[in-house]
């Protein structure tokens, strides 16, 4: 089966890359913005024609939620024309489109896990653009599988592990938000999730949305503590309020995501997010 991977230089695409050997049945064609350009709807459709992957995950997008604000013709044309094209394409060669999304669809103001059913709301144009983008899988798609997660960090690239460690190491103490609350990811069990059921979502027609992030919850507050304390940094993080902590684009106050659905679907079992932080600071070392 041929995968494409689309933003394989970023966490998760290069978490894919990472464990390709152990798909042996896959073949990948591992594409950045240099190799191909996903805005460029020409330039996928010819790709999509020559190569006719079975399956594309699109790791590409804009994450840089701040920036988004004042950069929002970028971001919609990364999080929702890109996946349109896309959408488009694969639909041609009948392919499986695995699209990522994200929690910040969503506004913030629920007291349980958000299920996939549950009204969107997004606050930020970053959340406003994937919204748009997963609405473009399932208005183009005819095959799709739309994956929302939410704070997810890697090996790779830049993350809040990395700058905590960063930060963390160079000064006494830290100030971290502990009112906003969700669950961090890791790249490396997302990757694996997808790759292990393409095959299986390769089979349906139409678009299915699912949550997936580890288990548990968390705040940042209480993310920033795990990294210094299993780095055994001296760095005092401390608790403070979103508000004092301005930001130009509002983030949801709490995000967690149910995985039921996904869970009860594939039949799988989601690491917790401590011990998924401890895999990835042990791969830093």
């Not at 804009?62 to 394409?89: F, W």
Request: proline letters at 4%; aromatic letters at 10%.
């Amino acid at each position: 089966m041929k995968i494409l991977v689309t933003g394989s230089k970023g966490q998760l695409g290069n978490e894919i890359q990472g464990i390709a050997k152990d798909y042996p049945d896959f073949e990948f064609l591992f594409t950045d913005v240099d190799d191909l350009d996903i805005t460029n709807a020409q330039q996928v459709d010819e790709y999509f024609k020559r190569y006719r992957p079975a399956a594309v995950i699109n790791c590409a997008a804009y994450t840089a939620v701040d920036k988004a604000e004042t950069d929002s013709e970028l971001a919609y044309r990364i999080n929702h024309l890109a996946v349109e094209n896309l959408a488009k394409s694969a639909s041609v060669v009948n392919a499986l489109v695995v699209h990522i999304s994200t929690d910040y669809v969503f506004d913030g103001n629920n007291h349980r896990p958000y299920v996939e059913s549950e009204h969107a709301n997004p606050q930020s144009v970053y959340g406003k653009s994937k919204l748009a983008g997963e609405q473009a899988v399932y208005d183009f798609a005819a095959k799709g599988l739309i994956l929302r997660t939410s704070w997810l960090y890697s090996a790779f690239g830049a993350n809040f592990i990395k700058t905590i460690l960063r930060v963390g190491g160079e000064k006494k103490e830290l100030n971290v938000v502990f009112d906003q609350i969700g669950t961090p990811t890791y790249a490396k069990d997302l990757s694996k999730l997808i790759l292990d059921i393409i095959p299986r979502a390769k089979e349906k027609n139409g678009v299915e949305l699912f949550h997936y992030s580890n288990e548990g919850v968390a705040s940042w507050y209480d993310f920033a503590k795990s990294i210094v304390t299993l780095a055994g940094l001296d760095c005092q993080i401390n608790p403070i309020l979103s508000k004092d902590y301005p930001v130009s684009a509002p983030r949801p106050s709490f995000s967690v995501l149910c995985k039921s659905k996904i869970k009860d679907t594939y039949g799988i079992s989601i690491p917790y997010w401590l011990d998924s932080v401890h895999d990835c600071m042990e791969r830093l070392k």
